[in-house]
């Protein structure tokens, strides 16, 4: 007796199944989908595979006979059938491939975990990669003039290398925007995790605090909650704190006009804005103005051999940043009496 061939069994009851004109495509998938799953059923059970089959198609095979009938098998089948499946909503050929994936998958549970785990390895991946990608970018982007906001980079060339610095010689700010035409705007600007936030028994030791020249929230977008950014640090003893901070110490009271205490001097709150976004590259809880400098670094705001902030400038709208960088550097390199110091421009 030759052994059972379950593919060519399949086979010719499927070209029986064609005859019928009352199946669709899908519904014949449905039902050979069935067929298959009963005669493993019974396999498993222990019948031999040409009985198996013979009782799953004795069960099956009335079904080819006419549509109603098979409409009745669906019937009775439907308790068989996930939730979720919706076969009035979804077509037939659908569910008949989630059935032969399922049926795969039970087959070959090996590799149908490896298939699934790195499809699922990949998809997290991807989608920390987009992310990331998506954070990356975001930077500073939410400043209402920021495609027009360059910092000042310090390049110096020697014979055996080039050297940039983030920061800029301190009177670099005020100079370029009473000679450089296309400057209109700039500001001084560094941190100091060091000073710390005092009020009472409350302190913040570690917290950073910004120190920016008085144009700082006119030319960076903070939003304000309280205050006016544009003479928010007017006053050397003025300090502008982050929401966060402001219920630190503060809880529901109103801070404008409140005292605390950095270093060992007091700063009168001016404005409260709202928390920084995490994309953006300045940090900060607070900023004191940068004129306070002079008395706790000793910075000499008029000496060119003193380099203590980063600059930003504002250009013009339509201006060149390289046409600007070059005037930049033709002014500074003649202060400083160093051809061979240039200022380039960092968006």
């Not at 610095?165 to 000679?179: I, L, Q, S, Y």
């Amino acid at each position: 007796m030759s052994a059972f061939d379950l593919e060519k069994a399949v086979a010719a009851w499927r070209r029986a199944l064609r005859r019928n004109p009352a199946l669709e495509d899908g519904e014949a998938a449905e039902l050979e989908c069935g067929l298959r799953d009963e005669y493993e059923e019974l396999v498993a059970g222990g019948m031999d595979p040409g009985s198996a089959f013979q009782r799953a198609l004795d069960a099956t095979g009335p079904a080819a006979d006419s549509g109603p009938e098979f409409y009745r098998a669906k019937r009775t089948r439907r308790s068989a059938r996930p939730p979720w499946q919706a076969p009035r909503l979804v077509p037939p050929l659908v569910w008949s491939y989630v059935l032969t994936a399922a049926r795969k998958v039970r087959r070959e549970k090996g590799y149908a975990f490896i298939n699934i785990a790195g499809l699922a390895v990949g998809l997290a991946c991807s989608i920390l990669m987009m992310l990331w990608v998506r954070q990356e970018t975001s930077f500073d982007r939410f400043h209402i003039d920021g495609e027009s906001i360059y910092r000042l980079v310090t390049e110096t060339k020697s014979p055996s290398a080039v050297t940039r610095d983030a920061r800029a010689p301190t009177p670099t700010g005020p100079a370029v925007k009473a000679e450089v035409p296309e400057v209109v705007d700039f500001c001084r600007y560094r941190t100091n995790k060091n000073y710390g936030i005092r009020l009472g028994d409350k302190a913040l030791y570690d917290a950073v605090i910004g120190i920016a020249d008085p144009s700082f929230f006119a030319m960076f977008t903070f939003p304000f909650l309280k205050g006016d950014p544009k003479t928010a640090l007017g006053d050397p003893r003025s300090i502008v704190v982050t929401e966060s901070v402001a219920r630190t110490f503060f809880g529901t009271d109103d801070p404008m006009g409140k005292v605390l205490t950095i270093i060992r001097d007091p700063y009168t709150v001016t404005g409260v804005i709202r928390d920084v976004p995490e994309n953006s590259h300045l940090r900060f809880a607070c900023v004191i103005p940068a004129v306070n400098m002079h008395e706790y670094h000793h910075v000499d705001f008029e000496s060119w051999n003193s380099m203590f902030f980063n600059c930003y400038v504002r250009l013009a709208p339509g201006a060149s940043p390289a046409a600007a960088a070059a005037k930049m550097t033709r002014l500074v390199a003649g202060r400083l009496n160093q051809p061979n110091i240039g200022i380039l421009t960092s968006p």
